[in-house]
């Protein structure tokens, strides 16, 4: 079977609220801050605004959900959306009293993405949960505020928690609640995007790799004779606009080897779209011709140039996409 894509391409922006800083000068980000971010995003033209999320990482980073409560009230336009949430590392039962929150404070301009993590065990061994139980986590874990999002009295009854006739009001503004995004590369994740998710969002692949995604994905809902009407396709995807593709390659790759604590060079040189508008529009296109259709840019290099990149895409790079966009 065929993924029923979005027909137009649209562009978002991720990792509002993260930075590196030294030890001793811990970050304090100030309200004004974080509420210019949005508007310049808004007032950019991008179509979405998206947040990682860590309760432990190596870098500052803060809570996702609350980010994105303050996001929907600067901004009355843009989609909003996790990318990725990690589900397993909380319960799902105050997961959903909090997303379905989010979804009225949003009105219903709201994707929560899903995945399980994992490279920060730390995360894990604070929260108590085995790692290895993650991706059985999320799996119960989707199902469960699926059903609470209704506002009908739910019952479940899993491996890792049960209860029964519990209702949840309001329901979601959405009907049936947010659409549920998958992430993650293994092929259990892959399967499970297929058996339970509207949409995918992935991370540091190559197009190829995301064509190659998207197909067993595909074959996983028709084994699991799901039907699918509407399927979302994003991928988080590095950039950095410069000079030079050896200029933006420098500063991204060091930017993402203090983000993942590791030598991120070759991987930058891989997966990032870096260089004049024109290179990082090329990468974007062939992400568009494996069929993505919501690329969320996550422009990399030195906190302070990072308004400065989001200006500049949308000045020379967005008109190039104009094509795909419909803009």
């Not at 996001?71 to 319960?91: E, F, I, K, N």
Request: charged share 25%; with cysteine.
């Amino acid at each position: 079977m065929d993924l029923p894509l979005d027909e137009k391409l649209s562009i978002g922006i991720q990792t509002i609220h993260r930075r590196t800083e030294p030890a001793t000068a811990p970050w304090m980000p100030t309200i004004d801050e974080m509420k210019e971010l949005v508007e310049l995003v808004d007032r950019s033209g991008y179509d979405s605004l998206w947040v990682g999320d860590h309760i432990s990482f190596a870098i500052s980073i803060l809570d996702p959900l609350l980010q994105l409560a303050q996001a929907a009230v600067v901004s009355r336009r843009l989609l909003l959306g996790t990318c990725v949430y990690l589900l397993p590392l909380r319960h799902p039962v105050p997961v959903a009293k909090q997303v379905s929150t989010l979804d009225h404070l949003t009105e219903g301009r709201l994707i929560f993405g899903v995945g399980v993590g994992g490279e920060f065990p730390k995360e894990y061994e604070a929260c108590g949960v085995p790692r290895e139980e993650r991706g059985a986590r999320l799996s119960e874990g989707i199902d469960i505020v699926r059903k609470l999002w209704t506002g009908e009295p739910a019952t479940h009854h899993g491996r890792f928690h049960s209860f029964t006739d519990v209702p949840m009001l309001p329901p979601a503004r959405q009907a049936g609640g947010p659409l549920i995004w998958c992430g993650g590369r293994s092929e259990a994740a892959l399967r499970r995007t297929g058996r339970k998710a509207d949409g995918y969002v992935s991370y540091v692949v190559t197009p190829d790799m995301y064509r190659e995604a998207l197909q067993k994905i595909a074959a996983a809902a028709e084994e699991a004779k799901r039907p699918l009407t509407r399927f979302g396709t994003g991928h988080l995807l590095f950039a950095r606009i410069d000079d030079t593709y050896e200029k933006a390659l420098d500063a991204a790759a060091a930017s993402l080897s203090v983000r993942y604590a590791m030598d991120f060079r070759k991987a930058t040189q891989r997966y990032a779209a870096l260089g004049k508008p024109e290179e990082v529009v090329e990468r974007i296109r062939e992400f568009h011709a494996a069929g993505l259709r919501h690329v969320i840019l996550d422009f990399v290099g030195p906190y302070e140039q990072r308004d400065e990149q989001i200006a500049w895409f949308a000045k020379e790079a967005m008109p190039l996409l104009s094509d795909l966009t419909g803009k």
